[in-house]
């Protein structure tokens, strides 16, 4: 049962444009949601985080937005660079026991120069 | 900071043969994750360590599958009589402690079972 969900696999935008990720969640336990970056043949590589207390964080080109009621959150890249060009996978943690992620099944992210 | 690495990076074996992967955490975390990545899907949570206990292990985690942190330094995760479907990257993560600290991956071990 997948608790974290995007539905989108890929998505294609214009170099200098928005990009926007979507990802859902259906466990209400989960207050601490991540986004990861994955080129192939390596692991994914933390980008930003935001805590259930907060509703948007921003890091540079990079903020992530949570909508608790909707069990929802996106990332937005601005503005967007061909070496944005990977998997972005959405990731998500309850409040006890090992905190271990439950992820997403990814979003392909193409930058078109 | 050397961050956290894994080895070996890829792994071929027959069907029914014992491998053993290895991951060192960033030094001063705590906390050290295994996760099994599959084609087109995101880590599947294995097992967790808090310094050398192995304190949660997920229903993934078949007989067969054995991690160990001595110590509470590096950990290794063994499969016994690896079958086909064993194939998939196995990735480490570890972080610090509290509640929102961010988990740092390794590159991963891509076993391939023939």
């Known amino acids: 049962d997948q608790q974290v969900k995007q539905n989108s696999p890929s998505l294609s935008v214009q170099e200098g444009r928005i990009s926007i990720l979507n990802c859902d969640y259906t466990n209400s336990m989960f207050d601490y949601f991540l986004w990861y970056k994955k080129y192939p043949a390596e692991g994914p590589t933390f980008l930003i985080s935001?805590?259930?207390?907060?509703d948007k964080n921003e890091d540079g080109r990079f903020t992530v937005f949570l909508n608790k009621s909707a069990k929802h959150l996106s990332l937005h890249i601005v503005p967007s660079q061909p070496g944005d060009s990977a998997v972005y996978f959405c990731?998500?943690?309850?409040?006890?026991?090992?905190?271990?992620?439950?992820f997403g099944t990814g979003t392909r992210l193409t930058v078109i120069p | 900071d050397t961050g956290v690495s894994q080895d070996p990076r890829h792994k071929i074996t027959k069907r029914g043969q014992n491998v053993t992967f290895r991951c060192d955490p960033i030094s001063e975390h705590n906390r050290l994750y295994w996760y099994r990545q599959t084609l087109g899907q995101g880590p599947e949570f294995l097992t967790y360590?808090?310094?050398?206990?192995?304190?949660?292990k997920s229903r993934l985690l078949s007989d067969r599958f054995s991690a160990e942190r001595p110590k509470g330094s590096f950990s290794t995760l063994e499969i016994q009589r690896t079958e086909q479907g064993d194939s998939a990257m196995y990735l480490c993560?570890?972080?610090?402690?509290?509640?929102?600290?961010?988990?740092?991956f390794g590159p991963g071990t891509r076993l391939t079972v023939l």
């Open positions: 990731a998500a943690s309850g409040k006890t026991g090992a905190n271990n992620l439950f």
């Open positions: 993560a570890s972080s610090g402690d509290g509640r929102y600290n961010e988990q740092f």
């Open positions: 935001i805590s259930s207390i907060k």
């Open positions: 360590f808090q310094n050398e206990a192995q304190l949660e």
